[in-house]
């Protein structure tokens, strides 16, 4: 294996290279010598002039080869330096069993010696006013250029203080400018910033040239300046560059050197170019052109520019296709000979050309031969057979041209308008036109390419000839395109729209034949008189966009009319373009659809409430879509009372058929409840139960208003709907049948109703697709099917649905709602809770009938309390006092569903229990389905209380947990709209104090309560127990006291039906 200690270091290098690095060898120049193991590599510092890096590859020493490299000046012009051979020479010298591989790689020392070299060599700035800096001497700079035909623009430059020395490297030179440090230029004058500066405008320039080479430097591999001395004097000056950068040494006073002269100073021209042509009459009467002669005439072709007699000329882009034929020229005189016979093109063609760059002086006996007028083409049509026959013709003035054979010999030279012409012939060929020595003709196969040439063809050659038609060619157009109307009428019978289409001047049955052609993409439609009407105009396009817009197809027309279901009412109005006439039945409905603030639907006497201003809009709409038996989507926000606005409606829909409300089970009894308050003469009948519970029911409520069950019972009981219908199906929280394929949403989709609304603050969830399975419940017919509803644009999908959802923010109606909302949702007890609930709940009955009936209230009033307590725990979730439950709770699962269905709707919410172990069951609920909470409980330390608060309130997390008594007193989380109380307290002031921790000065949104109760429990009575003595509880408790200690012996016995 080769040693490197064998090499022959003089042999690699120039001798004058080899004996530099030798001195520098001896003068121990070399430092910071490091082999790294891994890599193979030998890396080195060598103080020179500055602290060079080198580096040498070892890695395919055995194949004879050695990689090195070294950041100076040298190394980058030569590809090999001084540096470098001393660093081999120490290496070879070296005795290897004495030098020791460090703990770190080379890589590692050697990135610290770069850093430390970088930043040595970084100019530093003396800031010590105290230090005199010398007076700094204004360097000249001149700067010449090199010219040669077609070659590239290069600069040079010479720099100095009275005497200018040529810049021998300018990449060097510039990049010691840039990094402010010294460079030298000759044995006797170096550039040094400390003591030279340079003019503002000599600044600019060379901080321009430096860019342009660290750029060239950056898209080529190897380093821009390598090969002979010449090259690196020169700064190749990209194109890009050029025009901007001449104009700057033209003014600090730019040399040209071309092949024969030397221009000292040069000057641009942007407007004349120094070209002179003249066209003459030869002794043999034909006509010559010559072009004087321009010296020293140098065309850069990519940098679009000339230079002659030191002056730049920029061209513009319309004048370097002509330049580029006249450079062959360059230099000499030329004459062109013409013939008569060319004569009329020449001076059509080529005099236009070379007027874009110079002067063309016309001799006198010419220019009264040549004439100048507009060109006034003719073609004539006929058709022959199954042939379109023309024959064209152009016109100057009095004399007439064939296109075709072309012109005689004349004494008239005309310029021909060659442009116009060569568009002309460019259609006549797009029109597939043929000509046959005598006579252009179009063989016409069929009535699609007649059809073509008459409505696309000849409008685009009228705008270029004078076209002449014979009456059987135009018989076959429609000069004057019919007026068209369209009727819509409403068929209070049918609940359908009778759309007719009126087209002037055509009967019905031809009008049925337009429209199917139209339905069918077809491009014209030949009339009985046989001309070919276009359906691609604008009139027909709009018709076409209508009827693809309502999916009609050719089977629904009939006699140029179709019905459509009126819930498309709105469509047909949006969508037609043409002229319209619409009954009054039909203005009626759009105005009820589009304005439902507008109806007067009376409310029903029997609603015992008073509707706000957005509720009473929300019941005219529900009446409006009523009244044509349409149906729709009801998405106000959370808390703006869609229950009550839907139970108004049904007060005022009673007939035979009952009304079906289906709604989560944790909100069944909810609905009863509120019926019960705001519409008490109403019947109403809660399916709920076991299987055969629920059987009885149904024999029981054959006479009932209102029907309400659970969507997983319905799915059940699907089998007993089957012969029963109902006035309306109202679905609260409609996203339960988001999913079309669902077994609920088909069961749903069984029952058979007059009308269908929709209740759903989140209509849209994940997907549109949601949106279109809960229309096909409750207005099925309005979408198409799902893959062409996935194909629908949102505005036409919004088109399709606006007039069947309402939906109110509560931002929207601010100044019609109070600061808080209070609402109570009510759910029922599973069937574990329940059989828990009425065992205690009878024992607590016998005990507390027994203690007070034998030793009085007081003194068993806590071992009542506590029993008290039981139930209410019960209610909650059994759990908290019953290790092994393992049952579910009707609560628990109502509170997921208003927890989901709230931050559905962006709300952010505060959740109160006082039990400590409901929280704790309720935290794994949110950890399960990945919802992110805070909570506060009793023991949590003051300082993270407020932490905590203020990440809550700064958007983090949208659901906070709070223990009732921990969140009592000193927190402010405005940053909350949506207060839970999930367990009832018996003093209602302290819920009340829980409650402002949301609802106080800072809030901006209004705040909804809601109060989670079970139904038929101790929680009901307790609610109804603070009702009645919350007037009275500011009179009977003093500061201190609660609620408990001001309950009596009459209370306990109503809490326990006693």
Not at 462 to 480: A, F, P
Not at 614 to 630: D, E, M, P, R, V
Not at 792 to 819: G, H, Q
């Amino acid at each position: 294996m080769k040693s490197i200690r064998n090499i022959n270091v003089e042999k690699l290098f120039p001798s004058v290279i080899y004996k530099r690095g030798l001195d520098y060898y001896l003068q121990d120049k070399v430092s910071d010598l490091l082999y790294d193991i891994n890599y193979q590599v030998w890396t080195a510092i060598v103080h020179g002039s500055e602290n060079y890096f080198v580096e040498i590859n070892m890695k395919d020493f055995s194949k004879g080869t050695i990689d090195t490299y070294c950041d100076c000046p040298a190394f980058d012009a030569f590809g090999s330096c001084k540096h470098i051979a001393a660093v081999l020479i120490h290496i070879v010298n070296k005795d290897n069993e004495k030098f020791q591989v460090p703990k770190y790689s080379s890589y590692d020392y050697n990135m610290t010696r770069k850093f430390m070299n970088a930043l040595h060599n970084i100019p530093q700035n003396n800031n010590d006013k105290e230090t005199a800096l010398p007076k700094q001497t204004m360097l000249k700079v001149e700067y010449s250029c090199k010219l040669a035909f077609n070659s590239q623009l290069e600069i040079e430059l010479k720099v100095g203080e009275k005497r200018c020395f040529v810049v021998k490297n300018a990449g060097e030179f510039l990049q010691h400018v840039s990094q402010a440090s010294e460079y030298p230029m000759t044995k006797k004058f170096s550039y040094n910033p400390d003591i030279h500066t340079f003019s503002d405008v000599d600044r600019q320039i060379l901080e321009t040239l430096s860019a342009i080479i660290k750029n060239e430097r950056i898209y080529h591999t190897n380093p821009f300046f390598r090969g002979d001395q010449a090259s690196k004097r020169s700064i190749i000056i990209p194109p890009l560059e050029a025009k901007a950068l001449l104009e700057k040494l033209v003014a600090q006073s730019l040399t040209v050197e071309t092949k024969d002269l030397t221009y000292p100073s040069v000057s641009i021209n942007r407007d004349s170019l120094p070209f002179q042509f003249s066209l003459t009459a030869s002794e043999q009467e034909d006509l010559q052109l010559e072009m004087e002669k321009v010296n020293d005439f140098i065309y850069l072709d990519a940098y679009e520019l000339l230079f002659s007699e030191g002056i730049f000329y920029f061209l513009q882009s319309h004048q370097v296709p002509v330049i580029e034929q006249i450079s062959h020229f360059r230099n000499e005189g030329f004459h062109l000979p013409i013939a008569k016979k060319q004569a009329d093109e020449f001076v059509s063609t080529v005099i236009p050309s070379l007027k874009k760059i110079g002067e063309v002086a016309i001799d006198d006996k010419v220019a009264k031969d040549i004439i100048q007028v507009p060109l006034q083409a003719k073609l004539y049509l006929e058709v022959k057979a199954a042939w379109v026959v023309g024959r064209l013709e152009y016109h100057y003035g009095k004399e007439q041209i064939d296109p075709f054979s072309g012109r005689e010999e004349n004494e008239v030279i005309i310029i021909r308008d060659v442009e116009k012409e060569q568009q002309i012939m460019r259609l006549i060929e797009h029109a597939d036109f043929h000509y046959n020595g005598k006579e252009l003709y179009i063989d016409m196969e069929n009535e699609e390419e007649m059809y073509d040439f008459i409505y696309y063809m000849l409008p685009k050659l009228k705008e270029y000839v004078e076209l002449y038609l014979t009456s059987e060619i135009r018989n076959l157009i429609v000069e004057q395109e019919p007026m068209t109307s369209t009727s819509v009428k409403l068929e209070n019978a049918s609940n359908l729209l009778d759309i007719g289409f009126d087209i002037e001047g055509i009967n019905d049955t031809e009008v049925n034949q337009i429209l199917e052609a139209v339905i069918e993409k077809k491009r014209y439609y030949r009339l009985d008189n046989g001309a070919l009407l276009s359906l691609e105009s604008d009139t027909f396009s709009s018709v076409r966009r209508f009827l693809d817009g309502m999916d009609i197809e050719v089977n629904d027309l009939d006699e140029g009319k179709v019905k459509v279901p009126v819930y498309q009412g709105t469509q047909v109005d949006e969508l037609l373009e043409t002229s319209k006439r619409y009954d009054l039945s039909f203005r009626k409905l759009l105005h009820q659809l589009k304005s439902p603030e507008e109806q007067v639907y009376p409310l029903p006497d029997t609603l015992e409430a008073s509707l706000r201003n957005y509720q009473q809009i929300g019941y005219q709409w529900f009446k409006s879509l009523s009244h044509y038996h349409l149906g729709g989507i009801l998405a106000d926000d959370m808390g703006l009372g869609k229950t009550l606005q839907s139970i108004a409606y049904i007060a005022s829909e009673l007939c035979e058929d009952p009304h079906l409300i289906v709604a989560p089970s944790s909100v069944v009894y909810n609905w009863k409840k509120e019926f019960e308050k705001f519409t008490p003469t109403l019947k109403v009948a809660v399916l709920t139960g076991s299987p055969q519970e629920r059987r009885r029911k149904f024999s029981d409520s054959k006479n009932m208003d209102v029907w309400i069950t659970s969507y997983a019972t319905l799915r059940q009981d699907i089998a007993l709907y089957e012969e029963l219908s109902f006035q309306t199906l109202i679905l609260d929280e409609a996203q339960y049948i988001k999913n079309y394929a669902t077994k609920t949403s088909k069961a749903i989709r069984q029952i058979k109703a007059g009308r269908r609304f929709a209740l759903s603050g989140t209509p849209i969830e994940n997907s549109i697709d949601e949106l279109w399975a809960i229309f096909q419940v409750i207005l099925p017919g309005l979408m198409p099917n799902h893959q062409t509803f996935k194909q629908l644009s949102y505005e036409k999908i919004a088109m399709m649905t606006r007039p069947f959802i309402l939906r109110r923010l509560k931002r929207d109606v601010l100044n019609e709602l109070p600061d808080k909302i209070e609402t109570v949702h009510t759910s029922e007890l599973t069937k574990e809770q329940k059989d828990l609930y009425v065992g205690y709940h009878r024992q607590l009955q016998e005990e507390a009938a027994q203690s007070m009936n034998e030793n009085g209230f007081q003194k068993n009033r806590m071992k009542i309390l506590a029993g008290l307590t039981r139930l209410r725990q019960i209610c909650c979730h059994p759990s908290l006092f019953l290790e092994n439950y393992q049952g579910e709770s009707g609560k628990l699962e109502q509170l997921m569903d208003t927890i989901k269905n709230a931050l559905g709707n962006g709300k952010r919410m505060l959740i109160f229990s006082q039990f400590t172990s409901m929280h704790e069951i309720l935290i794994k609920k949110l950890d399960h389905e990945g919802i992110g909470y805070f909570y506060l409980h009793g023991q949590t330390p003051s300082h993270e209380r407020v932490e905590i608060s203020e990440r809550f309130n700064n958007g983090e997390n949208n659901v906070f947990l709070i223990s009732l008594k921990a969140g009592g007193t000193g927190l402010n989380l405005t940053g909350a709209d949506t207060v839970i109380l999930y367990d009832l307290w018996w003093n209602p002031a302290v819920e009340d104090q829980a409650t402002g921790r949301a609802h106080r000065f800072g809030q901006k949104n209004v705040v909804q309560v809601i109060r989670l109760i079970t139904e038929g429990t101790i929680e009901e009575k307790i609610y109804e127990l603070q009702q009645k003595k919350r007037e009275l509880i500011d009179q009977v408790i003093q500061p201190g006291e609660t609620m408990i200690s001001s309950l009596s012996e009459d209370d306990v016995r109503e809490l326990l039906n006693i």
